[in-house]
């Protein structure tokens, strides 16, 4: 006698439904999970980035007389000291005018200390920026060199900070203000890095940066 297989069932059409509605919601309560996990990934890689950007400053600062490197210009154009010149000389990475993404936004970034992966702005044809120096530290001039020693308290001194604008070097109005957590990331001059809330650094009412926070001091020779 002959074996006769028996038919397979088919899926009916409330039960795919029903399977799709199962896939649905369990996705919409995994992403926020998801989402949480990848940004604060992208938190724990900037901060890794401005602890570099610090701790490159104190090896700068100790290898030139105790003298801070200069800021460069504020639109990104120094090709011979500055910032964004002298300290990844001393990293042993390209400087920023040799980064060909500055300049053009179809070029992937990758995965490096100037980049910070939660910050989704790209080149803009001129630069790309997304951290700043504040420019209260050495003062007027894009050759002017503080020395280090000199600057009070400054584990309370920014120095560079995740940047919501363009230039290289700016002040407090040019602190992102929803990057991280609703807020920013900070590198002061004792090489420390820290993360702060938007209403530390911003005034929402006048939409300008506040200079009054005591752990957040921008001119620290006032």
């Not at 998801?34 to 100790?62: E, I, Y």
């Not at 003298?67 to 000389?89: A, C, K, M, Q, T």
Request: glycine share 8%.
């Amino acid at each position: 006698m002959k074996h006769i297989a028996s038919p397979t069932r088919a899926f009916t059409l409330i039960e795919l439904l029903l399977t799709s509605a199962l896939i649905v919601v369990l996705t919409g309560l995994l992403l926020p999970g998801l989402k949480r996990a990848q940004a604060k990934a992208h938190a724990v890689a900037c901060l890794s980035n401005l602890r570099q950007w610090g701790t490159a400053t104190l090896l700068w600062s100790a290898d030139h007389n105790g003298l801070l490197p200069p800021d460069g210009s504020p639109n990104g154009r120094s090709i011979e000291e500055g910032w964004y010149v002298d300290l990844p000389r001393l990293m042993e990475i390209p400087a920023y005018h040799q980064e060909p993404w500055r300049t053009n936004s179809r070029i992937a970034l990758g995965r490096s200390v100037w980049i910070c992966p939660a910050n989704a702005r790209r080149s803009n044809s001129n630069n790309l920026f997304h951290y700043c120096l504040n420019g209260h530290i050495n003062g007027e001039g894009t050759g002017n060199q503080a020395p280090l020693h000199l600057v009070p308290e400054p584990s309370r001194a920014v120095w560079l900070f995740d940047n919501g604008k363009l230039a290289a070097v700016a002040g407090p109005n040019n602190v992102h203000t929803n990057l991280h957590q609703r807020g920013a990331q900070f590198v002061f001059l004792d090489g420390h890095a820290a993360h702060h809330l938007n209403s530390d650094y911003w005034n929402f009412s006048s939409n300008q940066g506040r200079t009054d926070h005591p752990e957040l001091v921008w001119s620290p020779w006032e």
